[in-house]
């Protein structure tokens, strides 16, 4: 998933749409940090999970914490430069990623503040190239047997010139830290505080498998739970104070951000109403259709995003609050409203913080 889009919107839509802000009344919306826009880079499994980071931050106590997308990037491409290297050649190799990415990045390199390092592009970063550079780079490394001993010096050189040199110490808050020790130390962050979720047919239930996505590059482990106990889990962690980094198929005219919108629509013509009634009909969804959908190639993980909260139309329909990384777009500023039968059949994967597990689901999942 790598879905990268930069959006205008028109001042005569925006009147038109301010009187959707009053439709639906918030049932929980938890902490967040401001909107970002992930501009001209594949990167949305970075910015989302970095947003459910800096959520737990808030929740925690920890304070207000604006964390550098580019760090994790930059890390996360040497980490696929190994695989690819490893595997090669026979492995992806792109942009995308999942958002177990970033918690194992943390693990491994740390992370360090916006304000220490935002990469070269600035707060909007552009990538554009940067892709076909360093995969040039790789496939011309494994032309030569045995391989230079020093390969990955001459990469990290393409992610200096593209994306930046990060430092090796910074100033936060007037103390001096690396990235492992503001992971530690500011963030308190550990790796085993996260799990990844899924809701198939094809493996078993209460298990964990490596999820068939070509953006799992790193072969990432969900546990898979039945459809039901997916949404049930999801709006149970919002009610409690918790977010999720969410993993969705977005290509749909379903998905419409520019009218504040994710349905799964049962009409055609529904869809193309200026305004988007949230009372309308929509398609049931099933573990069957869901299943059919995800193997015959609909469905597929086009973008991550960040979960936050929950509101209600007023006949009693839910909606998931979802943080986007497309800047201040629609009439809701960045925001998505995304009806429960949409998550239901889109979702590919979540990445949700262990605590917000029940004890009753830990046990079903055999997590400690």
């Known amino acids: 998933m790598k879905k990268t889009i930069l959006f205008a919107i028109g001042f005569g839509f925006v009147l038109s749409a301010q009187a959707q802000n009053n439709t639906l009344k918030p049932v929980k919306e938890n902490a967040a940090t401001a909107v970002k826009n992930q501009g ?16 737990e931050g808030l929740r925690k106590g920890l304070g207000e914490l604006n964390l550098s997308e580019m760090f994790t990037a930059r890390n996360v ?53 940067l892709e076909t ?11 030569k047997r045995p391989l230079d001993n020093d390969w990955l010096k001459g990469y990290e050189q393409i992610l200096d010139e593209k994306i930046g040199v990060p430092p090796t110490n910074f100033d936060y808050k007037g103390k001096s830290y690396t990235a492992k020790t503001f992971a530690k130390d500011v963030l308190k962050f550990d790796a085993d505080d996260y799990v990844n979720i899924t809701s198939f047919t094809h493996h078993p239930y209460y298990s964990q ?19 039901a106990e997916m949404v049930t889990m999801t709006t149970t962690a919002v009610k409690n104070g918790y977010t999720i980094m969410w993993d969705a198929d977005v290509s749909s005219r379903n998905f419409q951000q520019q009218k504040g919108y994710a349905m799964l629509f049962a009409d055609t013509a529904d869809a193309k109403q200026a305004e988007l009634n949230p009372d309308i009909k929509e398609i049931a969804y099933t573990p069957e259709l869901r299943q059919q959908l995800y193997e015959n190639l609909t469905t597929q993980d086009d973008h991550l995003m960040h979960l936050i909260g929950m509101e209600q139309s007023a006949n009693g329909k839910v909606f998931f609050k979802v943080k986007n990384s497309w800047g201040d777009v629609g009439p809701f500023k960045g ?34």
């Open 133 to 143: 550079a360093l995969k040039t780079y790789l496939d011309g490394v494994l032309k």
């Open 335 to 368: 925001y998505i409203e995304v009806s429960e039968p949409y998550f239901a059949i889109n979702t590919v994967s979540l990445v949700v913080p262990k605590a917000a597990l029940t004890k009753e689901l830990k046990g079903k999942l055999g997590i400690k």
């Open 209 to 227: 498998f490596v999820l068939e996505a070509p953006d799992n590059f790193a072969n990432g482990s969900f546990y898979n739970l039945p459809l």
């Open 77 to 129: 491409y040497i980490e696929k430069a190994k695989n690819y290297i490893l595997r090669q050649g026979k492995a992806q190799f792109g942009e995308g990623g999942l958002g177990h990415d970033l918690v194992r990045a943390i693990s491994l390199y740390g992370a360090m503040p916006q304000e220490a390092f935002q990469g070269l592009s600035g707060e909007i970063p552009n990538h554009t190239g």
């Open 40 to 55: 001209q880079s594949g990167t949305c499994w970075n910015y989302s999970t970095t947003s459910l980071i800096e959520s």
